[in-house]
Nanobody, 118 residues
Framework: QVQLVESGGGLVQAGGSLRLSCAAS????????MGWFRQAPGQEREFVAT???????SYADSVKGRFTISRDNAKNTVYLQMNSLKPEDTAVYYC????????????WGRGTQVTVSS
């Protein structure tokens, strides 16, 4: 059974940093692109960042220059380093996996709450 488990969320003051982790199991991790998404109260889920199987990365404009996505295939883990956090970053952050041959993210974690106070 495929499982994605996020961790590292919490409460942080504006300007602070947080590092999210997503541990994957039940899949051949190196064959999956990994992504981070977030959903704030009353808003649609939005794309944050992705890292492909060959380590190319993409970011939403709202987080570019502040967030960094990375992966450790030996640990089956993807990370999201979040710096210079803003109250607007407050959301539930979700980890997702997409097989390299597909265009859709098929597997999702349950999410971890990130709250940034002003």
């Amino acid at each position: 059974q495929v499982q994605l488990v996020e961790s590292g969320g919490g409460l942080v003051q504006a300007g602070g940093s947080l590092r999210l982790s997503c541990a994957a199991s039940g899949l051949t991790f190196s064959r999956y692109a990994m992504g981070w998404f977030r959903q704030a109260p009353g808003q649609e889920r939005e794309f944050v960042a992705t890292i492909r199987t060959y380590d190319s990365t993409s970011y939403a404009d709202s987080v570019k220059g502040r967030f960094t996505i990375s992966r450790d295939n030996a640990k089956n883990t993807v990370y999201l380093q979040m710096n210079s956090l803003k109250p607007e970053d407050t959301a539930v952050y979700y980890c997702a996996a997409r097989h390299r041959s597909l265009e859709k993210y098929d597997y999702w974690g349950r999410g971890t709450q990130v709250t940034v106070s002003s």
